[in-house]
């Protein structure tokens, strides 16, 4: 048995704070308080002095003190193929992804390049304070091995999928309907619920599926319910305009994932920027999640999420936020809330930052129907944690001179924060950040 007492400023959410500060009953703030974790998971929360006069009396004790130590980050979108793409300079999604990511992706055929990238990946989630997400795979087998063998190797609470297409990419980058299924099941076989690895069904989206492959996709989803799906939906307007050409008998974009049973409570679109009021009701009333994805929004110049239209049009609509890398051009969180936060400002939207901090915890982990299991420091959960410091540079140290709250506090987190304000990151209970080599 492995026990550890973490000390520090802890925050963690039970609910949306709707009303920001004013909803107290929605997260726990403790000025001194302590995370007792034993065997990887979360046995108590309390005050410090209380829990180390108790149950954690005879426990080793971390202090870090005056840090912030909330639940790891979680990432419901990105794209671990894509790392050797950020920040490429083209004009629109169609010439991206033609100009660099498919030929990118053509690499992870190359033997050793899916695990150096894997390992690579892993390293900027554990520096950047991500310690879940849901990650696209190429349509090579070898890349998802890749990818869990490592998120395996360091215990980390993953979902991935292999990318299905079999039209529309290069001949290097096609499966078939028959090899995506065969080649998803044996993945699912191997790897869904070994460790904390969980399988996501991946039809990359429907312009590289054909019929026939979204078929078999559904056929995927129907035989295994638990597994997660996903895939992108609504980015822009020429890849609107080029599915209804594909699908010519669909009333709108979303009704072609609806056709082919592909939404439900586990399926994540990326993106849903461009969206019909019926395709916004179709999302609500099956469950499923949009992604907002902000920095890849902005550079690939895609549009603006309206996450109060979402709302307004039904209170129901589950969402969630992303880095979406590599159309996104940095792994933070906290880069990624900034630019969220600036999205929505420009519509008129204000986003209190608990709001901001409760969406990449629990809010994400809601998302990704992963309650209880990630996202806050409820009794049982995955001692997934991140400590940060809002004084890691000397421009945050100078400001937070004048900082007297909180919400203040976390919002020059979220502005002025990057991979230096992560303090220290804790896997499953383990430091991890600490112990990286590079």
């Known amino acids: 048995m492995t026990e550890l007492l973490l000390r520090g400023r802890i925050l963690t959410f039970h609910d949306e704070p709707l009303a920001g500060e004013t909803s107290p009953e929605a997260f726990i703030y403790l000025e001194d308080g302590a995370l007792l974790v034993r065997d990887g998971k979360v046995v108590a929360l309390d005050d410090y002095a209380r829990l180390r006069g108790g149950e954690g009396r005879n426990v080793e004790v971390i202090d870090h003190h005056p840090h912030l130590i909330m639940p790891g980050f979680i990432d419901t979108h990105i794209h671990y193929p894509q ?95 028959q090899s995506g299924y065969d080649d998803s099941k044996a993945l699912i076989d191997e790897w869904h619920g070994k460790g904390r690895q969980l399988y996501a069904i991946t039809p990359r989206f429907a312009p590289t599926s054909t019929p026939e492959q979204l078929e078999m ?58 969206l019909t009021d019926a395709e916004i009701g179709a999302i609500a009333n099956s469950a499923s999640v949009a992604v907002f994805c902000p920095t890849s929004n902005l550079f690939i110049g895609s549009g603006l999420f309206d996450l109060a239209r979402l709302r307004a049009s039904d209170p129901q609509v589950r969402t969630a936020i992303a880095t979406d890398i590599g159309g996104g051009t940095s792994y933070s969180m906290l880069r990624t809330l900034d630019e969220g936060y600036k999205i929505l400002n420009i519509q008129g939207q204000r986003y209190h930052p608990l709001r901001s901090f409760y969406q990449v915890t629990l809010g994400n982990a809601r998302a990704l129907s992963l309650e209880g299991n990630i996202g806050s420091f409820v009794l049982g959960a995955e001692a997934d944690c991140v400590v940060l410091n809002a004084r890691a540079t000397p421009a945050m140290r100078i400001r937070m001179e004048t900082v007297e709250t909180l919400v203040e506090e976390l919002f020059l987190m979220q502005t002025m924060g990057d991979d230096r304000t992560i303090a220290e990151v804790y896997v499953a209970g383990r430091a991890a950040k600490s112990t990286l080599t590079s």
């Open 83 to 177: 790392m050797q793409v950020v920040g490429s300079y083209a004009g629109a999604l169609m010439e991206w992804l033609n100009k660099y990511t498919f030929v990118e992706e053509q690499k992870f055929s190359n033997q050793g390049h899916p695990e150096r990238i894997a390992s690579a990946l892993f390293d900027e989630l554990i520096r950047h304070g991500t310690t879940t997400a849901a990650a696209y795979c190429s349509v090579h087998k070898a890349s998802v091995q890749a990818f869990f063998t490592e998120a395996h190797r360091r215990n980390m609470r993953m979902i991935a999928g292999k990318v299905m297409m079999d039209r529309n990419a290069p001949p290097s980058l096609l499966d078939t309907a």
């Open 217 to 274: 996709s559904g056929t995927l989803v129907r035989e295994h319910p638990e597994l997660h799906v996903q895939t992108h939906l609504c980015e822009n307007n020429a890849e609107i305009a080029f599915v209804a050409e594909l699908f010519p008998w669909s009333r709108d974009y979303t009704h072609v994932y609806e056709h082919y049973g592909l939404l439900g409570p586990k399926t994540l679109l990326g993106h849903c920027i461009h």
